[in-house]
């Protein structure tokens, strides 16, 4: 990479500056916020929770480059507002996507930080247009871009004048279907080598689902990420976008907690403003609304489970007392660890295997009057 003369490495790392954040440097920076903006309060609820997780940075698309073009395509100007106004109340600084011309010169007065997103990496003419301003540009790397490629662009936007770029691995395209993209870690080492630009990661679209997000997060601080780009959402079940890759409130504060452990295991420094004094009734109810959200969620994956486990068994044998139990047993040991009374296992698990038992056997049964009639008629199975 011969011809990195203004992103390849230099004696010092560069650190970016924006009114009173500094990022590359030793503090780890959290950025948060809505995939998209919806609302206002929308947008001012976000802010307070990423201001109570210890954020520096709300994000917030206004301008949203969509796979298919009859998705949600951004509230623009009005969203823009309403991103700006709830960043200020809270004193964070704001990051929103451009996508063109049009989309640069609408936000670039009121927005501290522009992002360029991975299905715009190789837009040429935008990275152009990008290094002719004077706001510091997060630049996603592509969806199926090589370091390399990542790094010329981050160069096209360097070479046009403006030297804060902070480049952002975002999960790259691979063939592996469980998550959204493969988040690629070894992308921040290998950027940090070639290059002396502050490196960040989005594990938010890497992974598409919030159950990785804290693991991933911590993995990335471990592997030298100079932040973290967290989608979050106060109600992500109503998300207009990316809900089920979204962190409720409480769960971005809850991971927020625990990444100062894991920057100071690298030398670095996180510190959540979280108050624990704060512990409102309502935001304890919060919390427990988010985990029963999650258990309702959790039952249903099961029992979709227990629907794919019926086709494999005789209809005598649907009901199997030995495993109920075995299991049962089991979970009362785990509740017992964990220091649960005994009898929730205990009355909570016969319900569960009850249900289970009584989906297996009517769809057992709706399975063979499917069989019986297709008998009579091959029509029927088709
Ligand atoms: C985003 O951050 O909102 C986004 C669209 O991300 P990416 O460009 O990485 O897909
Ligand atoms: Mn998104």
Known sequence: MKDLRLA??????STIEINGVTIGGKEIILIGGPCAVESSIQMSQSAETVKK????????????????????????REGLDYLVQAAREQSLLCVTEVIDAPSLELVVNDIDIIQIGARNMQNFELLKMAGKINKPIIL???????????????????????????????GIRTYEPSTRNTLDLSAVGVAKELSHLPVIVDPSHAAGRRDLIASLSKAAIASGADGLLIEMHP?????????????????????????????????????????????????????????????IERLAARMEIVTKVADQKRLDRVKDSYREKEVIQRLTVLGNELKLPSELVKKIYPIIFDVAVQSQIRQKLVREKEGDLSLVSPLVSK
């Open 8 to 13: 390849g490495l230099k004696a010092e790392r």
């Open 53 to 76: 997780a210890g954020g520096k940075i709300l994000r917030g698309g206004v301008f949203k480059p969509r796979t298919s073009p009859y998705s949600f395509q951004g509230l623009g």
């Open 140 to 170: 996603k790397r592509g969806l199926s871009a090589t370091i390399e490629e990542w790094l010329y662009a981050a160069e096209y936007i360097l070479s046009s004048g403006n030297p804060n770029v902070i480049l952002c691995e975002r």
């Open 235 to 295: 109600n992500p079940a109503e998300a207009v976008s990316d809900g089920p890759q979204s962190l409720h409130p409480e769960q971005l504060i809850q991971l927020a907690g625990e990444l100062g452990a894991v920057a100071e295991a690298v030398n670095r420094v996180f510190a959540c403003e979280r108050n624990y004094e704060e512990e409102t009734l309502e935001s304890l109810r919060g919390q427990i609304d988010n985990i029963d959200q999650e258990i």
